[in-house]
């Protein structure tokens, strides 16, 4: 039976109303003509957030403050992921630049726990499941990515098919950037009859395609490059007076054709550059716009002997474009090289992610911006902000959030012990003293819950968890025990101010009156966000 049969029948259907009905035909309507369909499999997290709302409390006992003036602020969030991105969907929506995970990859072999079970290989739901936990995070983290923000997903082959139909919906397929090709061993089982895996996948997404944005893995090397490329098509260009410096003696050329270009007007070199414009067929990977534009912009063009074959220069350096491969050529990495890592840091961890790829993942779209915020909800080693403070050596303000939950009391042990080692110092098992990166400041959260019903006592306690929250959202921390000559009080009010911002709380109705006449009386510059 075709759709239009169906549509028909529903409306012929007796015993029920119109508004049935209705439902009925938009059910149909929804149906999905082409995509990924699966069968959703509820969460015991996510019943639970129907009637319960999350919130992030700080254990300060875990907080490392940097006496550096201007460092940035990294959070740790201990708890479920899906639980800390729907506060972080209130603290941070639209303001995530990189999102790194490196999720389950739902091999069977007891590396996903759903529902506080691992999911084998003969779970007859193994995919559905994987697909309904990623689905409710993805969606998420959509919403947290700013305008010209990009994630970026580590997984084999167990699900990648799924995932990039996943994030092709999620994401839209027009905004998939492409599949990096990381190189994530030198040394793959030799067990296989089939296939030795030296590769893992890497998608990359972006939430807005933004025409000609440039991703980059550095800059070219310097000096001339040809202007000719052969398996372009024959095209004509005309090279503006002085555009072009010659290594060949001044006088009068005649139009000639040589071997790879034919000269179509005479050229009259006078102090080492063409005196007159002239016109030049060949294999050029330009065209006239663009030689112009590019002759604006302070390029100028070579021709270094009697072959009259031209080359140009560039006045600014030019980024490379990066490969779709990851490897040691671009300074990247193994898992080798990640246990390493984690050998040094003396900290027991398996399968960690090296540093150097989240590093060079996390450049890419960002080559020159600096002040960025990553997020990685599937936090694990804690990896990727130990990344992020390697990047900020270049002077950047580079910002980072991490989530995991406390299973084997990782998020404690590995994830946070790591990190207090990289910004601390420590000292690798042989000896060797490692300096700190100390102008990085820690604060540790952990996820907690307020009743979603509305008494006055779930209020009161929504109302005081609330600040921890805020702190975040504004990204501002410092408290002050005074407004101007008024003490503060927790129950009341309380003050924020780091020189730059500055927030007050207030938390008794009864207070705001009195609180607004000494906001009106204090002297400052500037506005406050109450």
Wanted: hydrophobic share 35%.
């Amino acid at each position: 039976m075709n759709k239009k049969e169906l549509y028909n029948k529903i409306l012929q259907l007796d015993g029920l109303t119109n508004e049935e009905k209705s439902e009925l035909l938009g059910l149909l309507r929804k149906q999905k003509k082409y995509g990924l369909v699966w069968e959703d499999k509820p969460e015991d997290v996510e019943e639970r957030l129907r009637d319960e709302l999350p919130v992030l409390v700080e254990d300060k006992s875990k907080a490392i403050i940097s006496d550096a003036p201007d460092a940035p602020s990294h959070i740790l969030i201990e708890g479920d992921n899906l639980e800390a991105l729907t506060t972080l969907a209130y603290t941070h929506e639209g303001k995530i630049d990189v999102i790194y995970i490196d999720p389950p990859y739902n091999t069977g072999n007891k590396d996903f726990v759903y529902n506080d079970r691992y999911v084998d290989s003969d779970d007859t739901y193994r995919h559905s499941k994987w697909l309904s936990f990623m689905n409710k995070r993805l969606r998420i983290a959509k919403q947290l990515l700013s305008d010209k923000g990009v994630i970026f997903i580590s997984i084999d082959d167990n699900e990648q098919a799924q995932l990039k139909l996943l994030c092709d919906e999620i994401f839209l397929s027009n905004n998939f950037v492409g599949t990096y090709f990381w190189k994530r061993t030198s040394t793959p089982p030799a067990l296989s009859y089939k296939i030795r895996r030296k590769l893992e996948f890497v998608l990359c997404y972006q939430n807005k395609d933004i025409p000609q944005r440039t991703f980059a893995q550095g800059y070219t090397d310097g000096g001339d490059v040809p202007l000719l490329n052969s398996g372009n098509p024959l095209g004509i260009l005309e090279f503006p007076i002085g555009s072009v410096v010659f290594n060949i003696p001044d006088g009068i050329y005649k139009n000639k054709k040589s071997y790879k270009i034919e000269l179509l007007d005479d050229i009259i070199v006078k102090n080492g550059k063409n005196a007159n414009a002239f016109k030049a067929k060949g294999n050029f990977k330009w065209g006239q716009n663009n030689l112009n534009k590019e002759f604006s912009n302070g390029t100028y063009f070579l021709i270094k002997s009697l072959q009259f074959s031209p080359r140009f220069q560039k006045s600014t350096k030019a980024t490379k474009v990066p490969s779709n491969i990851i490897d040691e050529d671009v300074n990247v990495g193994t898992n080798e090289d990640a246990q390493k890592e984690m050998d040094s840091l003396n900290i027991s961890f398996s399968y960690a992610k090296p540093s150097s790829l989240i590093s060079y993942l996390s450049k890419m779209p960002f080559w020159e911006d600096k002040n960025i915020t990553i997020l990685d909800f599937f936090a694990g080693s804690g990896t990727t902000l130990h990344a992020t403070m390697e990047l900020n050596k270049d002077g950047g303000h580079r910002k980072c959030i991490l989530v995991t939950n406390n299973e084997n009391n990782i998020c404690e042990e590995v994830t946070y012990g790591r990190n207090k080692r990289v910004i601390q110092g420590y000292t690798t098992p042989k000896g060797e003293e490692i300096a700190g990166l100390t102008a990085n400041t820690l604060r540790y959260y952990r996820t907690d819950y307020v009743s979603r019903r509305r008494s006055m006592r779930n209020m009161r306690k929504l109302m005081s968890l609330s600040t921890d929250i805020l702190c975040i959202k504004e990204d501002l921390y410092t408290e002050l025990p005074k407004f101007g000559e008024q003490q503060t009080y927790p129950g009341v009010f309380r003050y924020f101010d780091n020189s730059k911002k500055r927030m007050m709380i207030i938390y008794r109705e009864e207070a705001v009156s009195q609180l607004v006449d000494l906001i009106s009386a204090a002297d400052y510059d500037g506005k406050m966000k109450v």
